[in-house]
């Protein structure tokens, strides 16, 4: 297995995680707080895609997914384009609303984007520093590495949360 297949696999985890965690779920059920500030599996499934295509469209020198293929215009959420959803406050949180469909066409178009950057790395592409504003820089790797890893975590966020709807 190659560094761009393992790192293929990591990502094709994180689309089968999310994308059951919001199946079969009404947009009612996707905008539920599990309390009154929490998170929701609408805002965690749309966050972690866009930081995914964020980090990766800008690694790979490419549009993001979210812009080129119209999901910002289809979604019309009251963010500007570039919103990842960083620091939102749960008002903002509160504002992303989708339908269980529409996060997961966005996702799948995220991972199959992410899945043909990925296939045009060799393992010394990983080594490449992405980002000086951090010490040590941050290399390739470390930044795909550390999107599985933030992506992980809020689709098992998605996935509990689901699980207290008792859906």
């Given amino acids: 297995m190659t560094p761009s297949e393992l790192l293929s696999d990591a990502f094709d985890r994180i689309q089968q995680t999310a994308s059951a965690a919001v199946d079969g779920l009404s947009e009612e059920q996707l905008t539920e707080r599990p309390g009154p ?5 609408a805002w965690l499934v749309w966050h972690l895609t866009r930081v995914q295509d964020d980090h990766v469209a800008d ?3 490419t549009e993001q997914v979210w812009t080129s293929g119209g999901y910002a215009e289809r979604w019309g959420l009251p963010f500007d384009d570039t919103e990842t959803g960083f620091d939102m406050d749960p008002d903002q949180v509160g504002r992303v609303r989708a339908s269980a469909s529409a996060l997961t066409d ?5 991972t199959e984007a992410t ?3 990925l296939e045009t790395l060799g393992p010394d592409d990983l080594d490449r ?3 000086e504003n951090w010490d040590p820089p941050v ?3 470390a930044r795909l590495v550390s999107v599985i890893g933030d992506d992980l975590q809020h689709a098992g966020q ?3 949360a689901r699980g207290l709807l008792g859906a």
């Fill in 129 to 131: 520093v992405v980002d």
């Fill in 139 to 141: 290399t390739l790797g």
């Fill in 158 to 160: 998605a996935a509990y």
């Fill in 37 to 41: 500030e929490a998170n929701t599996i």
């Fill in 106 to 110: 966005y996702l799948t178009a995220v």
């Fill in 115 to 117: 899945k043909r950057y």
């Fill in 59 to 61: 690694v790979a020198g």
